[in-house]
């Protein structure tokens, strides 16, 4: 099994589970939107964009969906990468 | 009589809602507010194929019946029978994206548990498809327990069968499902609508998406930008080049039909008032028309694309310096051309601390109509010399002013984001949609609401404000030998303001022009103008107005003037909007005192500066 990371850093198109959410670590409403777009442990993530000034927002697909988010938000999710 | 059944067409932001719903009425809508806040109430009326009328409002788009946005919160209200201004619904209509249930299922259980009678419209099949993705709609419908009907809204596929079970629903008698409340906590319910979604899948095959392909360029690193540059300077160029011609005409028409009601009536008091009052004012605003339009046609092309957000994407990181969202990219830039419609299009930004910063500092950028001021006033007192071939001092002081807007914009939101406005924001959490291609119809219905909204709104107050300073500039009337501008009302404010702005090189035309460039910004070219015309004789009246200027004013005074417009004169139309889209006139208020604190500093400086330097 591969290390646990933070969604941030993970790189562009691998794939990873998710293994935690640091909720606490969020606002409320930031929470309970990441929630909406889906976030929870054992769903799919994979990184397919970045921002084009300073690699942030991230554009992450969760599930069937693609949302962006700031890097900020993307550490408080952690990940296990899926093995290529 | 009774009210019609009212059906509630409800789903997640992006499952093609509004697209079904236009589908279903058509153009017989109508776009209200919700009384209180500024989300807006589309509904509409049509007939079932049974001949019963219905009422169908289109929600808010929304996640969950737990919000955070405005937008949610009235979802969520009216389902629950809470709004004002609205009855509970009898019936819903809910819109899922066929390719996104995993996601759009979470918000169907939880209305599932309200305990409405409902139909699912098992949304864009087509795009389903086109992503290599096979459901089973009967399978579907066993595991929610309420009737799925396949549609594709963009091309009313679908539709009659949707109308058909709504007609059964409504007549069949109301059976109450127990309304077990929202009993299920988020993470449950989710993962029970994976589950659902995931038995309802046929078939998947694997395919590079579409979207996915196109993000990789338009999101690219160096060439996303790039293209949004190009995007944007289209956009411009048609909003100035393309609106000119309408606008002309539309002000020619106004003029004609005024001086023709003006010839039919009587000289006097009730002619001046039609025609000075009633047909400047409305002229002053429906000029603005053909920009406004030109401006929304890109935005709803860009929006229902879903290239906007992209857009809002590539930006973020950028306007994140200043405490904004990627989001407030758009309506920033729109200002340019008016802040009207820049501070309507700031209606796309969820939270509602960065939209009212958005709002507050949309004024800063150099609106189109500050550009005569500026054309006059550099024309006659900056030397039209070049420092290097192709650059000249003019040219350079005009992007100065433009500048000087934009950094004064960043400035203010950062102390904005830092003090009133605290709070909140921080966040960019947006939804990628899938591209699509827009529909004429969705785009003409969009167009025609904005432009209804504009003239309706905005338009009331302006013509009221232009009566009242009509009556300013005429009463008390001039006797024989006196100058209307000194005995009218206006001309005493014209004195009071003297007082006030005289310190910082203001002279007392410049305080008569402030009061009508309130009206309209370019209007205070027009004050100087018919000042120097009445103090002049009739032999000087043939020198450009440019060159009266430059013997009148000191060059410090004109600087301060110039200085003066890059933040102040707001315009009544902007003052009319903001408040209409803040809900009081709190943020207004705020508004116009900010600015003219601040333009009194930038004159103030600029003008002692100057004088210190010896050019007073």
Known sequence: MTEATSLDQLKIGHRARIAAIDWASLGDSDASRLRHFGFDEGVAVEPLHLGPFGADPLAVRVGRMTVAIRRAHARAVQVIPEAA | ?616
Request: proline share 6%.
């Open chain 2, 1 to 616: 009589m009774s009210l019609p059944p009212l059906i509630a067409v409800v789903g997640n932001p992006n499952a093609g809602k509004s697209a079904l719903f236009n589908a279903l009425t058509g153009a017989r809508q109508k776009v209200g507010n919700y009384p209180g806040v500024t989300v807006e109430r589309h509904v509409g009326k049509m007939a079932l194929p049974s001949g019963r009328a219905i009422e169908l409002i289109d929600l808010p788009g929304a996640y969950g019946l737990d919000p955070t946005s405005p937008d949610e919160a009235v979802t969520r209200d009216v389902l629950l029978g809470k709004q004002q201004g609205e009855r509970l619904p009898d019936a819903l209509l809910v819109v899922v994206d066929a390719s996104n249930l995993d996601n759009h299922l979470r918000f169907t259980l939880q209305l599932i548990e309200l305990g409405l009678p409902m139909v699912v419209a098992l949304n864009m099949v087509d795009l389903a498809t086109r992503d290599g993705l096979e459901l089973d709609a009967a399978k579907l419908e066993a595991d929610l327990g309420v009737p799925v009907i396949e549609t594709v809204a963009v091309r009313k596929r679908g539709i009659d069968a949707l109308l058909g079970q709504l007609d059964k629903m409504l007549l069949a008698p109301r059976e109450l499902r127990p309304g077990a409340g929202p009993s299920h906590d988020g993470f449950t319910l989710q993962r029970r609508a994976r589950d659902i979604a995931l038995g309802a899948i046929v078939r998947e095959t694997p395919t590079r998406r579409l979207t996915h392909r196109l993000d990789g360029l338009l999101l690219h690193p160096v060439a996303g930008p790039l293209i949004l540059a190009a995007i944007l300077f289209v956009m411009f160029q048609a909003v100035f080049a393309w609106s000119a011609p309408p606008a002309d005409a539309l002000e020619g028409v106004t003029i004609a039909t005024g001086n023709a009601i003006g010839n039919a009536l009587a000289p006097g008091l009730f002619r001046s008032l039609i025609i000075d009052g009633v047909f400047a004012g409305v002229g002053a605003v429906i000029v603005f028309l053909p920009q406004i339009m030109i401006l929304f046609l890109f935005i709803l092309v860009l929006e229902s694309t879903g290239y906007m957000v992209r857009a809002a994407f590539i930006m973020d990181r950028l306007m994140s310096h200043a405490g904004l969202s990627g989001r407030a990219f758009i309506p920033l830039l729109s200002s340019f051309a008016c802040a009207v419609p820049g501070i309507m299009a700031t209606r796309t930004i969820d939270d509602p601390k960065d939209r009212l910063t958005t709002i507050l500092v949309a004024p800063l950028m150099t609106c189109s109509a500050r550009l005569p001021v500026y054309t006059l006033i550099i024309g006659a007192f900056i030397p039209a010399r070049s420092v290097l071939p192709g650059v000249g001092v003019q040219g350079l002081v005009m992007f100065g002013l433009y500048i000087a807007g934009v950094v004064g914009a960043l400035v203010v939101a950062l102390v904005l984001r830092r003090t009133v406005v605290k709070g909140g924001g921080g966040a960019f959490m947006m939804e990628l949609p899938k591209y699509q291609m827009p529909r004429l119809t969705d785009i003409v219905l969009g167009l025609w609401q904005r432009a209804m909204i504009f003239l309706k709104r905005a338009g009331g107050i302006i013509l009221v404000t232009t009566i009242i300073l009509w009556a300013f500039a005429s009463f008390p009337q001039a006797g024989p030998g006196q100058k209307q501008s000194d005995v009218s009302i206006a001309g005493h404010i014209a004195d009071g303001i003297h007082v006030v702005v005289a310190p910082i090189g203001f002279n007392k035309d410049i305080s008569l022009a402030l009061l009508p460039a309130m009206a309209a910004r370019e209007v205070a070219v027009a004050a100087i103008a018919t000042v120097y015309s009445i103090d002049a004789g009739d032999e000087t009246n043939l020198q450009p107005l440019e060159q009266k200027l430059a013997g009148r004013w000191s060059l410090a005074t004109a600087l301060a003037f110039l200085a003066w417009f890059v933040f102040a004169p707001q315009c009544i139309s902007t003052i009319a909007v903001t408040r209409r889209e803040t809900n009081g006139w709190k943020w207004p208020i705020f508004m116009v005192s900010y600015l003219f604190v601040l333009a009194y500093i930038a004159a103030g400086a600029t003008y002692w500066t100057a004088v210190a330097f010896g050019l007073g």
